[in-house]
């Protein structure tokens, strides 16, 4: 009988799931397994995936929150490669049942944890660490016309950010807040 190479635990949101891969460390490091579509389907996603993304980002920096709209939205498998993020996932959809509710978790290099977000949430995450490395598998590619976000500090999110002066790109400071 063979042992899954990856522990899933379901966070706050429907469909949001913690992947901690299984580890094979030794004196040169370690191992790891990713990404494998078999387990990965008998944990419930069974997405094809399509692009994969990498970005690189310095401490306080803070990426989101971003999605798309359907026809367009993208499944993203997310994964810290290197330093360590504070990762958020936030509901956005104001005909959603768990409209504004968010979780967080924090995703470090050295555990190779992993966060599964269905297309139909928001995605943001800041750098905690000296530096990070982040790399995003996606369900779609980038669709101008279908996208959006919202912004990191939107009262009705209310998310406690483990930052006070984040940096920011042009467009994050832009997006508009939730209606009431």
Same mark, same amino acid.
């Given at each position: 009988?063979?042992?899954?190479? &990856?522990?899933?635990?379901?966070? $706050?949101?429907?469909?949001? +799931?913690?992947?901690?891969? !299984?580890? !094979? !460390?030794?004196? !040169? $490091? &370690?191992?790891?397994?990713?990404?494998?579509?078999?387990?990965?389907?008998?944990?419930? *996603?069974?997405?094809? &995936?399509?692009?994969?993304? =990498?970005?690189?980002?310095?401490?306080?920096?803070? @990426? $989101?929150?971003?999605?798309?709209?359907?026809?367009?939205?993208?499944?993203?498998?997310?994964?810290? =490669?290197?330093?360590?993020?504070?990762?958020?996932?936030?509901?956005?959809?104001?005909?959603?049942?768990?409209?504004?509710?968010?979780?967080?978790? @924090?995703?470090? /290099?050295?555990?190779? =944890?992993?966060?599964? *977000?269905?297309? #139909?949430?928001?995605?943001?995450?800041?750098?905690?660490?000296?530096?990070?490395?982040?790399?995003?598998?996606?369900?779609?590619?980038?669709?101008?016309?279908?996208?959006? /976000?919202?912004? &990191?500090?939107?009262?009705?999110?209310? *998310?406690?950010?483990?930052? =006070?002066?984040? #940096?920011?790109?042009?467009?994050?400071?832009?997006?508009? +807040? +939730?209606?009431?």
């Amino acid at each position: 009988m063979s042992v899954s190479p &990856f522990e899933v635990q379901e966070l $706050g949101l429907p469909g949001v +799931l913690l992947i901690t891969p !299984r580890l !094979r !460390r030794d004196g !040169r $490091g &370690f191992s790891v397994n990713v990404y494998n579509a078999a387990e990965f389907s008998a944990c419930g *996603i069974s997405i094809a &995936f399509v692009e994969d993304f =990498t970005s690189f980002s310095k401490r306080g920096v803070l @990426r $989101g929150l971003h999605f798309q709209h359907a026809p367009h939205f993208q499944d993203k498998l997310v994964r810290c =490669t290197k330093g360590e993020i504070y990762d958020v996932v936030a509901d956005c959809n104001p005909a959603s049942l768990t409209y504004r509710q968010h979780i967080y978790a @924090r995703l470090k /290099g050295n555990e190779q =944890t992993m966060l599964y *977000i269905p297309g #139909i949430y928001a995605h943001g995450f800041c750098v905690v660490s000296d530096e990070a490395v982040v790399e995003y598998k996606l369900s779609d590619t980038y669709h101008l016309e279908s996208v959006d /976000g919202a912004r &990191f500090d939107d009262p009705l999110l209310a *998310i406690q950010w483990p930052i =006070t002066d984040p #940096i920011l790109s042009e467009q994050d400071k832009s997006w508009p +807040l +939730l209606a009431t």
